[in-house]
């Protein structure tokens, strides 16, 4: 039965748009953008996360060895960027369709405000049928401001967006339950649930123009199913993968869409990074949280607070062993939380509403 997803994203790879040379491979560039004109001719939404600007700077200048790695990424990505969406619009245009370019920033996704302005930028353009084309903004995301990759920001972006399925195309079929190399390893075509450790079969090493690599990609492919979007991991070197993705023909890795989860909770599930404050929880109220019933996190079950916070941050509840539990928006700030430690009867910390588990 083929997928019939009426909002789609579409992440691209670095790898996928490479050649071995390190240089842009516009043949692949052309084939997936007539792929994509014929998903949005059939009256799909489409968001397309594109990498690439770093390899399309390769192309245009020689980068000086006394260049440290930052600043040569800097230097390619912003001549690239622009050859990158060039190539795009002069290859939509022949489809008569419109694209246009979203430059991000983590710092973007850290508030809820920010948030909602690039939400509401995006739907925007899908109502007037343009294809938004979005990437990092690498020439100011340097070290720790940048996204672990590409495939982080195109989770974000379809757990923003309430899309039904997230594509992602990388150079290889799929996970494969072994070293992808190796004859015997097999395709796995369908994960279901939370919490499969990927760890034994995906090595952590990366392709030659990759970032992320395949085990950060498993992760936040879990995550984006857990929040009810369906992940599709295949390769963008195969010709029709777009169209055969969608027609259920193509072999590689499925995750199944979970229950969905509200706006506000799949904002919350991405916001670990710039979660302010912490609390620790005791082993009663995480198997209370973890069970089928709607529980918000009550005093009763919470033991320390290990950093402070304000009313409406975004805090990480941690078990008793250090890991962490899950993501919630304090109901009210840390002074007020520690003067209810333990107690019964009290006020949530976190409600339901606002709480999301890993
Ligand atoms: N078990 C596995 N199954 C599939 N790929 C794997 C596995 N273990 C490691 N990999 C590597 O992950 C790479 C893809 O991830 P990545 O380098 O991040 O690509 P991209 O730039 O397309 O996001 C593959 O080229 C492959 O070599
Ligand atoms: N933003 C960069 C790509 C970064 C990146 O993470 O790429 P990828 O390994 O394809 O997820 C560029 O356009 O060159």
Not at 133 to 161: C, K, P, Q, R
């Amino acid at each position: 039965m083929p997928f019939n997803y009426q909002r789609i994203v579409i992440k691209i790879g670095s790898n996928v748009l490479t050649k071995s040379n390190g240089l842009p491979d516009n043949e692949r560039i052309t084939h997936l953008v007539e792929q994509i004109a014929s998903i949005k001719k059939q009256g799909k939404e489409v968001i397309l996360v594109s990498s690439g600007a770093v390899a399309s700077g390769r192309s245009l200048i020689a980068v000086s060895d006394k260049c440290d790695a930052v600043a040569s990424r800097q230097l390619l990505a912003s001549i690239g960027q622009v050859k990158l969406i060039n190539t795009y619009s002069a290859l939509f245009e022949k489809f008569e369709m419109l694209c246009s370019q979203v430059l991000v920033t983590k710092e973007d996704f850290r508030d809820r405000l920010h948030y909602l302005n690039i939400k509401n930028c995006l739907e925007i353009l899908l109502q007037h049928n343009v294809l938004p084309v979005v990437n990092e903004n690498d020439v100011v995301s340097v070290t720790e401001l940048m996204f672990t990759d590409n495939d982080e920001l195109a989770g974000l972006i379809a757990s923003m967006l309430n899309a039904q399925a997230l594509i992602l195309l990388t150079n290889v079929d799929g996970i494969y339950d072994g070293d992808p190399r190796k004859e015997a390893s097999k395709i796995i075509n369908e994960v279901n649930g939370k919490g499969v450790d990927f760890s034994a079969f995906v090595s952590s090493g990366k392709s030659q123009f990759g970032r992320g690599g395949m085990i950060t990609k498993t992760h936040m492919a879990q995550k984006v199913a857990q929040l009810g979007i369906a992940v599709h991991i295949a390769n963008g070197t195969r010709n029709n993968i777009l169209t055969d993705i969608l027609e259920n023909k193509a072999p590689h890795t499925r995750f199944l869409p979970h229950k969905t989860a509200s706006g506000k909770k799949k904002w919350i599930a991405h916001s670990e990074a710039t979660a302010t404050g912490a609390v620790e929880v005791n082993d009663g109220a995480k198997s209370a949280l973890s069970s089928n019933k709607a529980t918000s996190l009550l005093p009763v079950g919470i033991t320390a607070v290990t950093t402070d916070f304000k009313k409406g941050d975004i805090i990480k509840l941690i078990d008793e062993a250090g890991q962490l539990v899950g993501l919630g928006v304090a109901e009210y700030g840390s002074d007020k939380a520690r003067e209810k430690l333990g107690q019964k009867n009290q006020k949530p910390l976190v409600h339901y509403d606002y709480l999301y588990l890993q």
